[in-house]
């Protein structure tokens, strides 16, 4: 293994027990990681289809969901981009038939796609309702500095600092800081430690950071795309999926020093429940959630703020960093939710004039033109229009957009409430309007249904952290366990991204059962001197 994750002696198979010893593997969370978990317990471990039981408290996919109808209004809590430092994505998806066709992989339809259906953002930043020149990133020589100080530091020098803290008030007016926290999710008050990671794994973005044409993205949408063939093959593995099930708390036994879960607690439709835990079975279990209780809005109704856990994502993270630190400290991620809260929200038109409008606009074909955001919008709008169907079974003739405002407690320049606090039709008032299309906004409202989506702890990950925050994938002191998800830590690897989830899965394997091919080591940015020179020329420029 070569991820900087040694696999503990703890975590082996028994000497001499092979393969002929039965065990059962207990996955907790139905999530992308989960999901790929089961995969590479297939795959990699050998592990009979039915000895692989999924345990999900709510609808298997986690982050990666999509529902609705052209009907009632399509709604994804989240989109998600890819690229070529989606490694072991790729690798694991070029094994799944895709959904549309069984005789091509996930993998092949993406790349096929991306090259039939290739961004080129002509209209990556909008102000004052005119393009603006985003290849002029606006960086003055101490910002030039202070970035390429930040790149070539160490994390360590950064453990537990605001980016704020580390680039000047001056730099967060620039096109690059507006290219960059719109693309990626980031904040002022997140990670220095997360920034650098990110910097340093997306190197070779930086030629085409305006232009976003080294970005991929899957045909329809994340649920339909990977999520829908992941399960279907799993299932004719004969993995089980239990759902409705959600666990509350893990029962240790410790024998010289070395916990081993012995039984799982969980309310199995709503009524308590234990699970007994095999001496020679694995658990590996997801940490939190990027999108735990969140709650919908309509045209008419803004969603409503909840944190009471309803899922439990986070209540079974704490129940077990209160009995060991081990497992982390999820305080440090979820209890500041005025700064880890987002509004999505997704647009289902039944009418192409506001797609005939922005392809005017921008200059680019729907599905191609990827981002804008709306760089004086003091919610720091961003959408995208997708290339249609984004839906499996959309219609013909209805289309689908998606955005999100970074900054949801801001009060509109057009609706004076703040983004939290609106419905569907004022979020797009705000949005048309900032786009210059005042007189057109009767005619387009009557048409679209948008639905508003508010998630108290979407960049919940990017929060600043020190040492110890985020559990190792293999808990130290413990046996047969891995934790997996946004939430542990991989070293030099990036949250927020499907990637990292993928990552947590084939290292919890590879450590529990000693299997596997040789993982390939993250991109480290300042290992490949080629793309380092090219992102500081235009740095520099």
């Known amino acids: 293994m070569t991820s900087g994750i040694a696999q503990p002696a ?5 000497a001499g027990a092979g393969s002929a010893q039965a065990f059962t593997c207990h996955l907790v969370g139905g999530g992308i990681a989960g999901l790929a978990s089961a995969a590479y317990l297939l795959r990699d471990g050998h592990v009979p289809g039915q000895d692989i039981r999924i345990l999900e408290s709510s609808r298997v996919g986690g982050s990666l969901d999509a529902a609705g109808s052209a009907e009632r209004g399509y709604s994804m ?6 690229g070529p430092a989606y490694v072991l994505t790729y690798e694991l998806l070029d094994g799944i038939p895709s959904l549309d066709d069984p005789d091509k992989s996930v993998a092949q339809d993406i790349f096929e796609f991306w090259q039939s259906t290739p961004w080129y953002d002509r209209a990556r930043l909008v102000e004052g309702g005119k393009i603006v020149d985003a290849s002029a990133w606006g960086l003055r020589n101490v910002d030039r500095a202070d970035l390429v100080k930040l790149m070539l530091g160490t994390e360590a020098s950064l453990d537990a600092k605001r980016i704020d803290e580390c680039l000047a008030a001056e730099f967060f007016e620039s096109c690059f800081w507006a290219l960059w926290c719109s693309m990626f999710g980031f904040e002022t008050w997140h990670s ?22 080294i970005i991929q993205s899957t045909r329809h949408n994340g649920h339909d795309s990977i999520i829908k063939p992941l399960v279907r093959w799993l299932a004719q593995q004969g993995v089980r999926f239990e759902t409705g ?3 509350t708390d893990l029962q240790f036994e410790s024998v010289a020093g070395v ?11 709503g009524k308590p429940d234990a699970i007994e835990v095999g001496p ?14 969140s709650s919908l809005g309509s045209m008419d109704s803004a969603p409503v703020l909840r944190t009471e856990g309803t899922d439990g994502a986070w209540a079974l993270w704490k129940q077990l ?3 060991d630190r081990a497992f982390g400290r999820p305080w440090t991620f979820c209890g500041q939710v005025d700064q880890t809260k987002w509004i999505t929200f997704t647009v289902t038109d039944q009418d192409p004039r506001f797609f005939k409008l922005m392809e005017d606009f921008s200059g680019s074909a729907a599905g191609r033109g990827g981002l804008v955001t709306v760089k004086d919008s003091s919610w720091m709008l961003t959408f995208h229009l997708y290339h249609s169907p984004a839906y499996a079974v959309q219609p013909e003739g209805t289309g689908v957009w998606w955005g999100y405002g970074l900054y949801p407690d801001r009060v509109g320049d057009f609706v004076t409430k703040k983004m939290v606090d609106c419905s569907g039709r004022e979020i797009l008032i705000e949005v048309f309007s900032q786009l210059g299309l005042q007189d057109q906004i009767p005619a387009l409202l009557e048409t679209a249904r948008c639905i508003p989506c508010l998630l108290p702890y979407t960049t919940s990950q990017f929060m600043p952290r020190t040492a110890g ?5 293999i808990p130290p002191g413990t046996a047969r366990l891995a934790l997996i998800g946004q939430y542990c830590e991989i070293p030099d690897d990036v949250v927020y991204t499907v990637e990292y989830s993928v990552h947590s899965a084939r290292l919890a394997v590879a450590a529990l059962l000693g299997a596997g091919p040789a993982i390939p080591p993250t991109y480290a940015g300042l290992d490949h001197p080629n793309a380092l020179v090219d992102a500081l020329r235009r740095i520099l420029r």
């Open 245 to 247: 099930v959600q666990v």
């Open 10 to 14: 703890s975590n082996r198979p028994p």
């Open 469 to 473: 925050d985020r559990p190792q994938v």
């Open 280 to 293: 020679n079975d694995r658990v590996i279990v997801t940490l939190g959630s990027m999108t735990a209780d």
């Open 259 to 269: 916990k081993t879960v012995q039984r799982i607690h969980c309310l199995r439709d």
């Open 192 to 213: 220095a430690a997360e920034l650098r990671r990110y910097l340093l794994r997306f190197l070779r973005l930086f030629p085409d950071l305006e232009t976003m044409q």
């Open 321 to 323: 960093a209160e009995k």
């Open 77 to 82: 809590r989240g989109s998600r981009m890819f």
